[in-house]
């Protein structure tokens, strides 16, 4: 009997333990954004990786509707609000001008969403600006790494809440 309680007693302090750490989301709120300048094609590839949870929640609470990035029936949804959030979110300027950025797609890495925006028509870099406040209407502790690379030339910063600026020159 009294192996059969210290059986039950384990198997629902698994049960609390792994409950609570489904709540309780990973610790670090973090996003990363590169842009890199592909001279040839004359544009600038963006790319922003976000935990998929943190970025879900945003979108859900923002718009109002259900979110699931993962899956396929509500893609074309899912694109739409990826779209709205990131163009809002994310501003670049180049050589001191506002571009306007062309929303390419996303993607699901694990637990990670991987989302692609490129700039076309761009001849020439001496800068670039950088605005970023992805998820801080959701958390006040976050923290965005962004890097912009030019010809194997890779300048890279860490920006914290409430700041959201970067300039790399070049």
């Given at each position: 009997?009294?192996?059969?309680?210290?059986?039950?007693?384990?198997?629902?302090?698994?049960?609390?333990?792994?409950?609570?750490?489904?709540?309780?989301?990973?610790?670090?709120h973090v996003s990363t954004t590169e842009?890199?300048?592909?001279?040839?094609?004359?544009?600038?590839?963006?790319?922003?990786?976000?935990?998929?949870?943190?970025?879900?929640?945003?979108?859900?609470?923002?718009?109002?509707?259900?979110?699931?990035?993962?899956?396929?029936?509500?893609?074309?949804?899912?694109?739409?609000?990826?779209?709205?959030?990131?163009?809002?979110?994310l501003q670049l300027k180049t050589n001191?001008?506002?571009?306007?950025?062309?929303?390419?797609?996303?993607?699901?890495?694990?637990?990670?969403?991987?989302?692609?925006?490129?700039?076309?028509?761009?001849?020439?870099?001496?800068s670039i600006e950088i605005d970023n406040?992805?998820?801080?209407?959701?958390?006040?502790?976050?923290?965005?790494?962004?890097?912009?690379?030019?010809?194997?030339?890779?300048?890279?910063?860490?920006?914290?809440?409430?700041?959201?600026?970067?300039?790399?020159?070049?």
């Amino acid at each position: 009997m009294q192996l059969l309680n210290t059986k039950f007693v384990t198997l629902f302090l698994v049960f609390i333990l792994s409950a609570t750490a489904k709540e309780k989301k990973h610790p670090l709120h973090v996003s990363t954004t590169e842009v890199n300048f592909n001279a040839k094609d004359k544009t600038l590839e963006v790319s922003c990786r976000i935990f998929t949870d943190d970025f879900e929640s945003i979108l859900s609470k923002l718009y109002k509707q259900k979110t699931d990035l993962s899956k396929p029936a509500m893609k074309t949804a899912m694109d739409e609000l990826v779209k709205k959030y990131l163009t809002s979110h994310l501003q670049l300027k180049t050589n001191g001008k506002a571009v306007a950025m062309s929303y390419v797609g996303f993607e699901i890495d694990h637990e990670a969403t991987n989302i692609y925006l490129e700039v076309e028509k761009i001849s020439s870099v001496k800068s670039i600006e950088i605005d970023n406040n992805i998820l801080y209407d959701l958390f006040d502790d976050q923290m965005s790494i962004v890097h912009v690379v030019k010809n194997g030339n890779r300048k890279s910063t860490k920006i914290l809440y409430p700041d959201k600026k970067f300039i790399a020159n070049f």
